[in-house]
């Protein structure tokens, strides 16, 4: 075990054939942290090596040193709290470095049973999947209130059209992840990574899938929802967001189509009491025609222009990418001693 800064560059053990690594976001999860980890498997199917790593986000309490007591093979800290995202993303990156071939991610509150890790890198190993989404039984939560269960629904409708996947649960944080996928993945969101690293994927063209899993009884209330009307505020915000980052022209043209089409009606209808003789008490329908119209051409001008920033973007992901994967490869060479890894 060994716990470090993410700046430092730990000497790494030798790559096995096949390395899976469960990482597990923390903030004070000193009450829950040695249940989870306790159900973490050791083994799973088709892997040489399986281990934990723990991201420490700034928790006050005695989070890592549970971390340790309980045989995590890797703490990665945060000096302060910089939030579930910012987390999770430390973690893929600490993963990478270290050689992960497959990445689970779980919670430290024991919601997810961890007998299901098999299940989810199963079509990863298989070649089928790039991320897979554990599916829960929303419905049958009974923690989950009736408000909630239906807003999880329609929230993973949302994210299914906006993404062009099938995943049927996409606040769930239980998924598995292959190398190559972590290594495109780019959260902006501060709040949370769960809908932003959907929509991404399916938007960069990643095969992602649902598969069902089992959940444990409820250990604590959830600290990422603190009231569904900020839940869902948030959420919105991020589907809206990733939508206008991944498909910046269909966005501006949509709102630039709306308002010069509402303009469009508006002067139609000033040309109708114009003809029919009465145009004289109807003069503000031409100002806000124009107003609209013009604001409507605008929107099309800012349309093609974040279409050109979306192409420099897609070119900067291609470059990190390419350089994330060169790394990978050099830390491997590191790693092996100079043999092929």
């Known amino acids: 075990m060994m716990v470090d800064a993410w700046s430092d560059s730990p000497q790494f053990a030798s790559k096995l054939l096949s390395k899976l690594i469960i990482q597990i976001p923390c903030y004070n999860e000193a009450a829950t ?3 989870a980890l306790n159900d973490l498997p050791r083994t799973v199917t088709g892997f040489d090596s399986v281990e934990w790593l723990v991201i420490d986000d700034g928790s006050s309490d005695e989070t890592v040193r549970v971390a340790e007591e309980n045989g995590v093979d890797h703490i990665v800290r945060h000096t302060s709290n910089r939030g579930l995202a910012h987390a999770f993303m430390t973690g893929i990156e600490a993963c990478l470095a270290r050689g992960a071939d497959v990445i689970v991610n779980t919670d430290a509150d024991n919601q997810y049973q961890a007998a299901d890790v098999p299940a989810l890198t199963k079509p990863v190993l298989e070649g089928r999947a790039d991320m897979v989404i554990g ?3 929303i419905l049958e939560i009974e923690h989950f209130s009736l408000i909630k269960k239906l807003l999880q629904k329609i929230g993973s409708w949302v994210v299914r059209v906006t993404s062009g996947t099938d995943v049927q649960d996409a606040p769930s944080g239980f998924r598995a992840i292959s190398r190559n996928a972590a290594q495109r993945l780019i959260v902006f969101n501060n709040y949370t990574y769960t809908l932003e690293t959907i929509i991404q994927a399916g938007r960069k063209n990643m095969r992602v899938i649902s598969v069902p899993i089992r959940v444990n009884a409820d250990l604590r209330p959830s600290k990422l929802v603190k009231s569904i009307p900020s839940y869902l505020k948030r ?3 991020t589907i809206v ?3 206008v980052i991944y498909q910046p022209a269909r966005f501006f043209g949509t709102v630039a189509a709306g308002l010069f089409g509402l303009g469009f009606l508006v ?9 029919t003789g009465t145009g004289s008490g109807h003069i503000q329908s031409v100002i806000l025609a124009g107003v609209l119209m013009s604001m409507g051409f605008q929107s099309l001008l800012v349309a093609f222009l974040a279409d050109v920033i979306a192409a420099n973007r897609k070119l900067l992901e291609d470059i990190r990418y390419t350089q994330r994967s060169m790394q990978g490869e050099a830390d491997n060479y590191a790693r092996t001693g100079g043999k092929a890894g």
């Open 135 to 137: 599916a829960r039984p």
């Open 235 to 237: 959420s919105i915000f």
């Open 267 to 275: 002067g139609l209808r000033f040309l109708y009491y114009y003809l």
């Open 33 to 35: 942290l040695a249940i």
């Open 241 to 243: 967001r990733i939508f």
